[in-house]
Structures are given as C-alpha cells and as structure tokens.
C-alpha cells in the first residue's frame, strides 16, 4: 500500500493538470473499493431562501470568506494579508441558471500589522454559479486600502530574496506546536496569498476554506526578476472537516504582486502520513 | 558510594557545582578518578601535617574543610594525579580517613541525570507547564498528580477504553455523595490541540478556585463536575507520533483502508444524516452505527448511569464559537430562547477578559449542518444546557495555535464555563 501510495504521488508531480474530482476523495488506491463519494452538506434554510442573512450565520459569512480570498488575492503581500473581522450585513438572491448572488458588508483586518492594525471597510457581490464545476465571481470594494502601507518592508524582503544565490527552503509552517520564525513569517503570508487563488477557485457556497499550515517552501530560480516559490500547502475546509493538500509554483514581486502559475492537487493517503516535526 | 551518599548535603552539592566549574576553569575538562576525602585528625601534631599537606601547591588539593582542630572533620578534593601520593602520606602519618566520593564524575554524571529529569517530569502540579503543549504520558501523569495532592476534592473514574486499549479518563471534583452533575470534555477531535491543554489547566483552576472563589465553591456544593480531558486518546497519540492533523477514532473500517471515525458524528441523534458521511475515508464518516465507538459509548454509558447531569459542554477548536443544539435539523430547540440568551451572557463574560470575538447560535445555522453530534445526543437526554464550545482561533493559526495563546484561550473559556455552570445552579430543574 505504502508503495503503491508513493508511486502515485510521485506520479501526480509528473501531472500538472489542474483542479481534481471535486469532492476531494483520496485516490483509489487509498480507499476500500466500492467506496461512494461523500455528500455534499445539505444546505437548509437561510440557503433556500432570498433575502436578509443573519450576518453571524454560515451562509453570509461563506461569501465574505470567497470575497476576502480575491481580496487577498489581488492584494495580498509578504507583509500584508487580509483577514475577515466582521460581516455587517448580507442578503443573497436567486439568479439566472441556478446561481446565487450575495451582497455583502463586512470589515477585514490585516494580519500583518498585528492588533493594532485598521479595520477596513468592504462591500462586494459573490455569484455562486448553478454549474458545478464553476468557480464564484466576485466584485469587491475596500476603503482605505493604500493606507496599509508595506511597501518598505516588501522591498527590503524583495532585495534580500531575489540575490541569485538565495535559496530558501522550509516545512511545516507553523510547526505542529504553533511557532512560525521570524524569517518565515513573510513566506507564511506570501503562501496563503498564493493559496488564495486556490481557495477562490475551489469555493461554492458549500465550502469555507482556510489555509491550514504551509507543508513546505522551496525557492525556484528567479525568472524575469520575479521571486519564484513552489508550495506545498494544506487547505482545511471547515464544513467537510478536509485537509487538502495542494502544490503550487507562484511567482512574486512588489510590482506585479502575486501571480500563480501552476497548481497540482495532490492525494493525502488518510492512513500513511508524514509524522509532524 | 553509598557511604558517600550518608555524608553528602545539598550545601556539598552546591559546592561539588562549584568546584567542577571552578577546576573547568583551570583546564580540567573531566573529574574522571577524582576523589574526595573526609580526614580525621586524631591530634594537633596531625593537624599541622595536614596543614602542611594543604601548602603542597603541586597536588592541585582542594579543601573543602580546612584542618582547624581535631575535633572536626578535614574534607579535602583530590585529583587523580595526586591520590596516590595522598594515600600514601595519610598512611605513613597514620592519620585516618575515609573516601566520601569515590569518582566526582559520577557524581556530576547522576546530578546531570536528576537535573534532566526535574526538567521534563514535574513532581507537582504546581510544576507543571501550563504554557506548553503535553503528550499522552504527561496528561495523564498530571491527572495522577492532582489527584494525589487534592484527594478529598479529587478522583480519578476510567469511563472505558479506546479502541487500542487506552483508558478513558475522567476527572471527578466532589465534595458529597449523590449530586447532580456537570461534563466537560476536551480533545474529542485530537488535533484540537488547544482544547485538551485547556482542560488540564480548568482542572487546575477548579482545585485552586474551590474554597477561594465564592461562585465555584457554591457550584461545587452543589453539583459535581466531571472532566474528561483525552477524549480521543488515540488519536491525540497519532498527532504525536504520525499525523498532526488527525481527527478521528482510530478504529479500522472493515472493508476499507481507510481508519477512523469522527467521534463528532457517531451519536445517536439524528444519526445517517446528510451532516455526516458514509464514507470511511473521510473526516465526517460517522460510523458503522451509533455509538460503535468505544470513546463515544463510554461517554454514553457513564450519562445514562448517572442520570443526573444538568449541563454537559464538549469543547472543540478552531473558529470561536458557542454552539447550542441542534445540528441534525433546523427545527429550533424547545429551550432555544434560554439557551441563546445564556449563550450570549457566556459569550460577554468571555469577550471582557481579552476582547476575543465569538459568535454564537445553533450548530445548524451558525457553522453547518451536523449529524449525530454530542450535544444533540445529550440535549435529547433530557440535558438542557447542552453547549459546543469552538476555541481559538478565527483561521490564522487555526489547528496550530502557539502555546503562549493556551493560558489567555483557557482563562476567557473558564468565565464562559462559570456562567453556564452558575445558570445552570441558579435554574435547577
């Protein structure tokens, strides 16, 4: 088994396709034969309804999380990274083809500057598409966002990390105890960053995903003055109860920001893991 | 050396400390043969011989106890290079003596071990590390000890065994025979990590509390608490040993490769639904049947026995929330209005101590749907203050929070867990 769950994974670097089934299963090779895939949560009440949503309730504060992951996207560094404070109001209607569309209110914080940071103020529309397979689209608006200024600091990270004889290489981030070092928090940031692409991506309004820990970083050769990171990184998705783990190869620099150029799920043998650090 | 041992004195200990860092000093990297002496001088002609020994620059003597009279003992270190000599004066001058400490190295070799040892098994509860996160072995030698110290507060019941033969421990804390009850229980989900360090330290904080604290000490008279802090031994040892993020039982599947079963889905309210899964090798399987855990049945067992527990809270991590049933279905609960309107008061209390935000609500509508949990089984039972608990924090760390956060996530939880324990007190029924 043990074997056979090595060679698939070391035939799974090989694939870059893209996204996997989306129901997450581990590879047959890894699961009892005659398996079925697992349900989908049922999705009750403030679901079926349009409306008014209670703002402390699952379905507003889903929406908010796939807004906050573009917002992250978009504006996402090694020294600024978005994080849901508060969902104010929402209301989600019924649209064209079976999708849904939510508006919402809420306030996010930024990681990076501690407690002590601004709470920002955003609105944004999420369209959850009736097809399956559709990732949501988003229509974001914050205030105030260059009043978080990292710039510096991203520079500074920058210049450090882009000399060709850089090489980082880390695992396990957090350790299994909670610590992330300070040379590592940046690249802490700049991961779920490039996972909020995936996240983004993989949303429905049956998920809530949050990046669980970095598995590994390792620095690729710079290409056209871009910092280049391959991640592994380890999804937890809250409804389902999932840990899913995902590499990716993304690209960073203080103009372009975060870009991500290939991304490869990869199976999780339930039974035969890596021991933590 | 065990004559050695009768003479030796924790002030000698400082000293031996002292003169090996003292002798490290001057070169000597090991006190490997090295000897100490304790001389007895029968007379004053002896003294001054000895006095006359200590001025032989070159045999590098050390005396711990200077020859003064010959009343008192003459203690004296004596490296290896120059025992021989030593021997042979105290012989030829008849001057007797006896070896106190055959081999310093030793000696430094067993202090090295004992202070090894202090470093990672605490001999109280007092020494224990709240700050840290513990193995198995070390929670259940904790409880042992707070036992020991709080005997007539204290006991220990094994409710059961896990699947791989580990016991199932519960803390009791009471001070009378046949009173009602009140559960909590961490570490249901082992990579909740948070939740069973802070179930050791609200096991701390109720013996401490209990005759100082006016509120918990009238609670205590009146109800006993039950306190199960490994509630998945099992899968708590796999995070350790093999997989930091596991959750489940680690039950085989017959017919599958895949083990475990989320102990969170395996109760009998609402048991099969959609908030659970029939897939063994996923995080939500919610077993074979209700109850086939051998962890869950314990609990199961134990409530039905009692029969009189009045609040029953299972504690989880991460997303900070205070959770009433149901999680099977939307229909609200009989006492959703009461147990709401305490939630939102637990919720206040907590928030007061370090500003942290909670939400609160149903299992169904604030989190997700869920099948066959805890506190529906429970709330079914007839248990109206029936909570889920989700610590710290909101997603950042998530599974992984740092130690520092255990003691500031155990203290705000406690005035959460007093304020249902006091309503609950207050509105018996």
């Not at chain 1, 397979?133 to 105030?144: G, I, M, N």
């Not at chain 2, 070390?138 to 580990?166: P, T, W």
């Not at chain 2, 006016?214 to 796999?238: K, S």
């Not at chain 2, 099969?272 to 897939?279: A, P, R, T």
């Amino acid at each position: 088994m043990k074997v056979f769950c090595s060679l698939w994974l070391l035939l799974s670097l090989v694939k870059l396709s893209p996204a996997p089934p989306a129901s997450q299963d581990p590879p047959f090779a890894c699961r009892g034969a005659g398996d079925p895939a697992p349900p989908q949560p049922e999705t009750p009440e403030d679901m079926a309804s349009s409306g008014d949503l209670e703002p402390t309730h699952y379905p507003a504060r889903r929406a908010a999380t796939v807004a906050l992951h573009q917002l992250n996207t978009r504006h996402g560094s090694p020294h600024r990274l978005f994080a849901l404070q508060e969902v104010h109001k929402a209301s989600a209607e019924d649209v064209a083809a079976g999708g849904r569309k939510y508006s919402l209110d809420f306030s996010v914080t930024d990681w990076a500057s501690g407690s002590a940071g601004p709470a920002l103020r955003c609105s944004a529309e999420v369209m959850f598409p009736g097809t399956e397979r559709s990732s949501p689209d988003v229509q974001l608006r914050c205030e105030a966002l260059q009043q978080i200024n990292s710039t510096a600091q991203d520079h500074a990270f920058y210049q450090k990390y882009i000399a060709p004889e850089s090489a980082v290489s880390a695992q396990h981030i957090p350790d299994s105890y909670g610590n992330v070092s300070e040379e590592m928090q940046p690249f802490w940031r700049l991961a779920r960053v490039a996972a909020s692409f995936i996240m983004l991506r993989e949303s429905s309004e049956n998920t809530e995903f949050n990046m669980a820990q970095v598995a590994s970083v390792t620095q690729q050769e710079s290409s056209e003055k871009q910092l280049m990171l391959e991640f592994v990184v380890l999804l937890h998705d809250l409804p389902s109860q999932e840990i899913v783990q995902w590499k990716l190869l993304a690209s960073w620099s203080p103009d372009r920001g975060v870009r991500v150029l290939q991304t490869e799920w990869q199976p999780r043998c339930p039974h035969d893991t890596k021991p933590p650090n | 050396m065990i004559l050695a041992r009768k003479f030796y004195s924790s002030k000698m200990k400082g000293l031996l400390v002292l003169t090996a860092l003292f002798v490290a000093v001057f070169g000597k990297k090991t006190f490997e043969g090295d000897q100490v002496l304790r001389i007895t001088a029968k007379n004053e002609a002896q003294i001054f011989l000895l006095k006359e020994l200590s001025e032989q620059e070159h045999l590098g003597l050390d005396f711990w106890r200077e020859p003064v009279h010959e009343s008192l003992p003459v203690d004296v270190y004596v490296p290896f290079h120059s025992l021989q000599a030593v021997r042979v004066f105290l012989r030829y001058n008849q001057i007797q003596y006896n070896v106190m400490i055959m081999d310093v190295q030793d000696l430094l070799d067993d202090e090295e071990r004992e202070m090894v040892k202090y470093r990672t098994i605490p001999r109280s509860t007092d020494d224990f590390v709240y700050t840290a996160y513990h193995d198995l072995n070390s929670i259940y030698s904790f409880m042992d000890m707070l036992v020991a110290e709080n005997s007539n507060l204290v006991s220990k019941i094994v409710i059961g065994q896990s699947y791989e033969n580990r016991p199932l421990n519960v803390l009791k804390f009471s001070t009378g025979a046949n009173r009602p009850g009140i559960w909590f229980d961490t570490g249901i989900h082992s990579r909740e990590w948070v939740t069973q360090a802070s179930g050791i330290w609200f096991a701390k904080k109720i013996v401490t509390d209990y005759g100082r604290d006016p509120v918990l000490t009238d609670i205590l008279n009146n109800y006993d608490i039950f306190l199960e802090i490994v509630t998945n031994p099992d899968g708590f040892a796999y995070t350790h040993s093999r997989d930091r993020m596991w959750r489940k039982t680690r039950k085989p599947n017959s017919g599958s490769s895949c083990v475990g079963v989320d102990p969170n889905r395996n109760w009998d309210a609402g048991f099969g639904g959609g908030g659970s899964s029939s897939n063994p090798c996923t995080e939500t399987y919610r077993g074979p049947s209700a109850h086939s855990e051998p962890e869950v049945k314990a609990i199961v067992d134990f409530v039905k026995s009692h029969g009189k527990l009045k609040a029953f809270v299972s504690i989880h991590s991460y997303s900070q929330m205070l959770l009433y049933p149901y999680g099977y279905t939307s229909t609200p609960a009989k006492d959703k209005a009461e147990l709401h309107e305490l939630a939102r008061k637990a919720v206040s209390e907590l928030q007061s101590l370090h500003n942290t935000a909670y939400t609160y609500g149903s299992v169904i509508t604030t989190i997700y749907q869920a099948d066959g949990i805890t506190v529906d089984w429970t709330y079914e039972q007839g248990i109206k203050y029936s909570y889920t608990f989700e610590l710290r924090d909101t997603g950042r760390y998530g599974f992984l929070l740092p130690a520092d956060q255990i003691i500031p996530t155990a203290e705000e939880t406690w005035l959460a867990l007093m304020a249902i324990m006091e309503h609950t007190k207050n509105n018996p029924y």
